[in-house]
C-alpha cells in the first residue's frame, strides 16, 4: 500500500506536467492541475497513511 | 446698428488683446529656445573616455586640510578617492564610470551578504523554538539536530548542491553576471528542453572561484539549511542522530537543489512561461515554495516513516498533549526569526541598486505586515475556539504568516500581504489539529503545518494575488512585465503556481519519503523504545542539557488510560503545545 501511495503520488504529479502540452486551454490546464493535487493527496494522506496507521506503535 | 459695430468694435479688442496675452509667452519661449540653441550647439564635445577630467571643480580637500581630520564628515570620501587606472593622468572619464559601476555592484554585495547573514542567525531562532517546545529530557539531542545541521548542509551544498541547484543560472545581473554559472542539464520531452540540474560549481572551484558565486553561494546556502532544519522539528525526541546525519546530508546535496533549480536556478518550472505561457512560469519570490515546503513535505514524510513518540496516541487513536519545556525560548526564538526574515524576504532581490530592487522596502513592509496578522489570525481563533489566546500557538501564527509571505512578498501590495498573513494565522490551526486528529501524525513543533501547509499557501497566494506592480529589471523569468495574479487579470499564472504544488507534493514528498525510507532500512531512523523513555539526551548525546534539574522520567506506556488523558489535556493545551 506504501508503494501505491508513493506512485500515485509521483502520478498526481506527472500528470499536470503531460497535460501542458496535450491543451492549450487555461480552464482545462487548471482543473487537470487540481486533479493532480487532489491525486497526489489522496495517496499520500490516505492511502500510505492509512498503510503506516496499520502498524502504529500505539495500536493494541 | 451702430451700437452693434461697436459692440463687435470691442470684442475683436479684447480678441486681440488675448491673443496676444496668450501667444507672447509662447514667441518668448520660442525665441529662448532659439537663442539657446547655439549655445548648446557651442558646448564642448564629450571628453574621451581616457581624457583626464578637470577635477579642480569638485574642489578636492587639500591635504592640509585632511591632516586636520574631518569630524563633519563633508572631505571624507571625495574625487580623491575615486581609484584612478593611470596616477600620471589623474581621473579620467572611464575611471568615474568604472567607479560607478563597481559601487552599485558593491551596494548589492554588501546588502546581500548582510542578509544572507540574518537568515543564518535564524538558525538560532529555530534551535531555539523547536528546544523549547520539546520536553527537557531531549533538550540537548534536539539543540544538536539544529546545530549540526548547518554543518552537514553546508558541506553538502559545497560538494554539490550549489552546483545542482545554481549551476545553469547565469547571468545575475545585480550581482555582476556570475556568468561561468552557465550550464544547465537539460532532457528534451514534449517538444520541449526540460532544465533539470546544474552542473557548473562543484566545490566551487575552477571558473567558479569568483566573487559575485561566493555571494550567490552564502546567500543560497543559508537558505538551504532553513529547509533542512525544519524536518528536525517533526521527528524530534526520538530521531537517531546518525540517521539524522545521512537525512541532512542526503536532503542539502539532492533534494533541497534539484527544486531549487527548478524554481530558481533556471529549471522547467521555472520556463512554464517561456515554453507553455504559463503566466512569468513558477514564481517564488523568497521560497514559501523552495525553502519551507520542501522542509514542510519533507517533515511529513519523516513523520510518517519514524512514527509517533511513545504515549502521544492513545489505544483509541485519540492525541494526548506533550508540553514543551520553556515558553520563554519559544516566543523569544520566534522573535529571532521575524527579525531574521527581513534577510529572507528583502534579501531576495540579491541587491539594493537597480533591477527594480528598491522595492526593498515594501518587500520589508509586507513581510512584516503578514507576521503580523498571521498572529492575530492564530490568537483570534484558538481565543474563539478554546477560550484562551495561547502563546505557542500566536507564536506560531507570526511564524505562519512569515512563511506564507515569504513567496509574494516581491509581488503584491500591503492589504493582500495582510490577508495572506491573516488566511496562514488560521490555516496553521486547522492544519495543526488535522495533521494530529484525523492523520494521527505526530509532528511534536507543528513544521508540517506552519512551513509545508502554509509554504503551499504562500506558493498558491502569488497566483492570486500578484498585483502587476513589481518589475524586477523589466522581466521574470525570461517573460517580459510583471507578474500578475487571478484577481489582476492573469489566471495562467496561478496554473503555473498549482503545477509547482502538485511538484511539491508529488516529487519532492515522494523523493524525501523514498530516501528516508531506505535510510530506515539500512541505519534506522528511531532510537529504541527504552532511549526514548529516558530522554535522547544520554543515550544519543552522552550528557544532559540540564545536568542540575531533576528529570521525572516518562514512564507513559503505550494506550495511557482515559483518565491519564483527560487530566493532561486541557483544549488549549492539547493543540498548542504540539506546534512550532
Known sequence: MKLIGLLMAFAGWLIPVVALVLTQSTAARMIVSLLGIAISLVGILVVMNKAHLKNAIWKP | ?580
Open chain 2, 1 to 580: 446698428m451702430i451700437r452693434m459695430d461697436q459692440g463687435l468694435k470691442r470684442c475683436s479688442w479684447i480678441v486681440v488683446v488675448m491673443l496676444l496675452l496668450c501667444g507672447l509667452p509662447a514667441w518668448a519661449q520660442s525665441q529662448s529656445a532659439a537663442s539657446n540653441a547655439p549655445a548648446a550647439a557651442a558646448q564642448p564635445p564629450a571628453p574621451a573616455m581616457d581624457a583626464p577630467l578637470n577635477v579642480k571643480t569638485a574642489q578636492p580637500p587639500s591635504t592640509d586640510d585632511l591632516v586636520k581630520g574631518d569630524p563633519s564628515g563633508t572631505k571624507t570620501g571625495t574625487v580623491n578617492d575615486v581609484i584612478v587606472s593611470d596616477t600620471n593622468k589623474g581621473v579620467t572619464l572611464a575611471d568615474t564610470v568604472n567607479q560607478v559601476g563597481q559601487n552599485r555592484i558593491a551596494i548589492n554585495f554588501v546588502w546581500t551578504l548582510i542578509t544572507g547573514f540574518l537568515v543564518m542567525f535564524m538558525q538560532a531562532g529555530f534551535a531555539i523554538v523547536e528546544t523549547g517546545l520539546c520536553r527537557a529530557k531531549n533538550a540537548n539531542h534536539t539543540m544538536m539536530m539544529n546545530f549540526m545541521v548547518y554543518g552537514f548542509g553546508l558541506f553538502a551544498f559545497w560538494v554539490c548542491g550549489f552546483a545542482l541547484q545554481m549551476g545553469g543560472c547565469a547571468p545575475a545581473g545585480t550581482l555582476g553576471g556570475a556568468n561561468p554559472l552557465n550550464s544547465e542539464h537539460t532532457i528534451s520531452l514534449l517538444g520541449k528542453a526540460w532544465g533539470i540540474f546544474g552542473t557548473r560549481g562543484f566545490f566551487l572551484s575552477g571558473t567558479t572561484y569568483d566573487v559575485a558565486i561566493m555571494v550567490l553561494f552564502l546567500f543560497q546556502m543559508v537558505f538551504m539549511d532553513t529547509a533542512l532544519t525544519i524536518v528536525t522539528g517533526a521527528a524530534a525526541e526520538r530521531w537517531k542522530y546518525i540517521a539524522f546525519a545521512v537525512s541532512s546530508v542526503f536532503m542539502g546535496a539532492i533534494t533541497y537543489p534539484l527544486f531549487a533549480n527548478w524554481a530558481w536556478g533556471g529549471g522547467w518550472l521555472s520556463q512554464l512561461g517561456v515554453n507553455f505561457g504559463l503566466g512569468h512560469g513558477y514564481a517564488d519570490f523568497a521560497g514559501s515554495g523552495v525553502v519551507h515546503a520542501v522542509g514542510g513535505v519533507t517533515a511529513l514524510a519523516m513523520a510518517m516513516i519514524i512514527g509517533p513518540r511513545i504515549g502521544k496516541f492513545n489505544r483509541n487513536g485519540t492525541p494526548n498533549a506533550m508540553p514543551g519545556h520553556d515558553i520563554v525560548i519559544v516566543l523569544t526564538g520566534c522573535f529571532i526569526l521575524a527579525f531574521g526574515w527581513f534577510g529572507f524576504n528583502p534579501g531576495s532581490t540579491l541587491g539594493a541598486s537597480g533591477n527594480g530592487a528598491l522595492r526593498i522596502g515594501s518587500i520589508a513592509v509586507n513581510t512584516m505586515l503578514a507576521g503580523c496578522t498571521g498572529s492575530f489570525g492564530a490568537l483570534l481563533y484558538m481565543w474563539m475556539r478554546y477560550g484562551k489566546p495561547d502563546a505557542s500557538m500566536t507564536g506560531n501564527g507570526l511564524l505562519a504568516g512569515l512563511v506564507a509571505i515569504t513567496a509574494p512578498s516581491g509581488f503584491v501590495n500591503t492589504v493582500s500581504s495582510a490577508i495572506i498573513g491573516l488566511v496562514a494565522g488560521v490555516l496553521v490551526c486547522l492544519s495543526v489539529e488535522f495533521v494530529e486528529r484525523v492523520l494521527k501524525v505526530d509532528d511534536p513543533v507543528g513544521a508540517i503545518s506552519v512551513h509545508g501547509t502554509n509554504g503551499l499557501w504562500g506558493v498558491i497566494s502569488v497566483g492570486l494575488f500578484a498585483d502587476g506592480a513589481s518589475n524586477y529589471g523589466g522581466s521574470w523569468n525570461g517573460v517580459n512585465g510583471p507578474v500578475r495574479g487571478l484577481f489582476y487579470g492573469d489566471a495562467s499564472q496561478l496554473i503555473a503556481q498549482l503545477i509547482g504544488v502538485g511538484t511539491l507534493i508529488g516529487f519532492v514528498f515522494g523523493l524525501s519519503y523514498a530516501a528516508n525510507f531506505v535510510i530506515d532500512l539500512v541505519v534506522g531512523q528511531r532510537v529504541s523504545a527504552e532511549d526514548e523513555l529516558a530522554g535522547l539526551d544520554i543515550p544519543e548525546m552522552g550528557a544532559l542539557c540540564y545536568p542540575e534539574f531533576v528529570l521525572k522520567p516518562d514512564s507513559m506506556p503505550v494506550g495511557v488510560s482515559a483518565s491519564r488523558t483527560t487530566e493532561m489535556a486541557t483544549p488549549p493545551l492539547r493543540v498548542a503545545q504540539e506546534t512550532a
